[in-house]
């Protein structure tokens, strides 16, 4: 690993210099919550967050986004995508794991160039999480809670210093000109790994089996009456999938002036929980009742994932937990699973191990 060491002392300059040469977002409060937005200088932003109310994919993946303007005589097609370069500072572990999910999805057979234009223009300066971040993170049993990769620059608090670990050259790059960050010394390295190894104590585990059941878990309780019980209380509103980190589906409609001769085709996030997603020809739905609508959910996350990309679809971050209007979480759920499917008696997908503890 390759360490830089800067004083906490001259972190404003740091940020403000990238703010000189970049859009800079990073978790900020606002009414009471945290949320990622544009920074103007050091002030006002948060590192020591508990997690923000909506992940930063919005960077990658916005919640609508033109991809196409057009006439309607056909003589103009564009696509629209431009992004701005934006650096993204002080990401949670568990957004890293949730990205480098997307950077898999959204690269393999036909890769998305909306996404993959987002994905060059962005830097991504992570920090390590000392603490949980609140009552419904599970992120140590889904192996997020700890990053080696998938960022460019990653931040550990050592008290009076911050510690970056270098891991790319957009990342190295961002120090260039700056003579306030130094590299790593044996003494500077040593307080890294005592700060990395005695976090643990801070990170319980909450789930009542290892995460390598949880696919075959899911298969086993793939009729049980938990998904009826679940669905009596859902209110179908969409909350849990608007604030996921991994979640990605979306709506495509064309939007065209009054004139009839321009139009942009616009994607927008979408929600498997919402009624009308399954919604196809002849007006049949094949998810009408909630209890399915429920089931899918934690079968993507706990198995269709794993079973697609060889990724955890889920990473531990409990937002989906924090926003749900019926108190449905996903400990409480995968948890109940465990108990009428007895995990002492399942066998874990080896599949998936490497890739968890990755």
């Known amino acids: 690993m390759n360490f830089k060491i800067m004083p906490k002392s001259a972190f404003a300059d740091w940020v403000d210099r990238l703010i000189g040469s970049y859009r800079v977002v990073g978790p900020k409060r606002k ?6 937005d544009e920074l103007r200088g050091v002030e ?3 590192l020591h967050y508990p997690t923000s109310v909506l992940p930063p994919k919005k960077y990658l993946v916005p919640q609508k986004e033109v991809l196409l303007n057009y006439h309607l005589d056909g003589s ?3 696509i629209a995508s431009k992004p701005e370069p934006t650096v993204i500072l002080g990401i949670h572990t568990c957004d890293i794991h949730a990205l480098k999910l997307f950077d898999r999805i959204f690269s393999q057979g036909f890769t998305d160039q909306h996404y993959q234009a987002h994905r060059d223009s962005v830097i991504l300066v992570s920090i390590e999480c000392l603490e949980m971040c609140g009552p419904n993170a599970y992120c140590r049993d889904m192996g997020t809670a700890s990053a080696t990769e998938g960022f460019d620059l990653h931040m550990i608090d050592l008290g009076d210093v911050y510690a970056f670990n270098i891991g790319s050259q957009k990342g190295a790059d961002l120090f260039k000109g700056f003579r306030q960050a130094f590299d790593a010394i044996d003494t500077d390295v040593d307080q890294i790994n005592h700060v990395l190894a005695t976090k643990w104590d801070n990170f319980p585990y909450r789930l ?4 390598h059941e949880m696919p075959a878990l899911l298969h086993e309780s793939f009729n049980s009456t938990l998904w009826d019980e679940l669905g009596q209380k859902c209110l179908a509103c969409g909350s849990c999938t608007q604030v996921c980190p991994t979640c990605y589906c979306f709506d495509v409609t064309d939007e065209v002036d009054l004139l009839m001769e321009e139009g942009q085709r616009v994607r927008r996030w979408d929600s498997c929980q919402i ?3 399954a919604m196809v020809a002849g007006g049949h739905n094949f998810r009408e009742r909630l209890a399915l609508r429920q089931r899918h959910r934690f079968m993507r996350k706990g198995k ?11 990473v531990g971050c409990g937002r989906c937990a924090s926003a749900c209007l019926a108190g449905i979480t996903p ?3 995968m948890n109940e699973l465990c108990a009428r499917q007895q995990c002492s008696e ?4 080896a599949s998936v191990v490497a890739e968890v503890a990755a």
């Open 76 to 78: 103009r097609l564009e």
């Open 275 to 277: 009624h009308e997603f």
């Open 331 to 333: 400990i409480d759920v």
């Open 208 to 211: 009542d089996f290892d995460v």
């Open 31 to 36: 009414h009471g919550q945290y949320v990622f």
């Open 304 to 314: 269709y994932q794993m079973d697609a990309y060889n990724m955890v679809g889920c």
């Open 346 to 349: 399942l066998e874990p997908f």
């Open 44 to 46: 006002g932003l948060e």
